[in-house]
């Protein structure tokens, strides 16, 4: 596949922004690359595209498959794996933020919960505080995200687009 300088620029950047996001640049650079192709593309395709070694592009595909945004694609008459985003650009950035609250807030959330629960049979009262404040943060930004995954895309991108709206409506409720 050739890329326009446009292309490799995005490619380049979204990898930059992976690592700041903690994802393998590499990956980030596959997913870019994925993103912006107007059909699958296969694993030797990938690596001859970014120049990156093939077992490197078979171990970025894995893990974005366990992301669950790309999925596997075959062709009639072609025995390899061809690779594409899954769903649209909102849908993509929905299963990211789901695999991240999965590695990152749910395992903090589950330590939380034990620190209290051991901290209530007796510890020190601050660090109990301070436990219990951040408990709180995570169980309510939790609950928020339950919320907000019961809300279509296309209703979360209208209320987004309604801008001040919202925001005028809101402060109809006290704090």
């Given amino acids: 596949m050739e890329l326009t300088p446009i292309a490799q620029k995005f490619i380049v950047h979204w990898g930059e922004m992976g690592e700041k996001w903690g994802i393998n640049r590499t990956v980030a650079q596959i997913h870019g690359l994925l993103y912006l192709s107007p059909e699958p593309l296969n694993a030797e395709e990938i690596s001859d595209t970014l120049s990156v070694a093939r077992s490197t592009v078979s171990v970025g595909l894995h893990e974005l498959e366990s992301w669950g945004i790309i999925r596997v694609v075959h062709t009639l008459g072609d025995r390899t794996d061809r690779f594409e985003i899954k769903g649209d650009v909102y849908e993509m950035f929905r299963f990211i933020v789901e695999y991240r609250k999965r590695r990152e807030v749910d395992p903090t959330l589950g330590m939380l919960r034990e620190a209290m629960v051991e901290l209530e049979a007796g510890g020190d009262p601050h660090t109990r505080e301070k436990i219990g404040e951040m408990l709180a943060l995570f169980e309510t930004s939790d609950s928020l995200y339950r919320q907000i995954q019961k809300v279509s895309t296309q209703t979360i ?18 704090e």
Avoid: E, N, Q, Y
Wanted: aromatic residues 12%.
């Fill in 157 to 174: 991108v209208r209320i987004a687009k309604m801008g001040d709206i919202v925001s005028k409506i809101l402060k109809f409720f006290p």
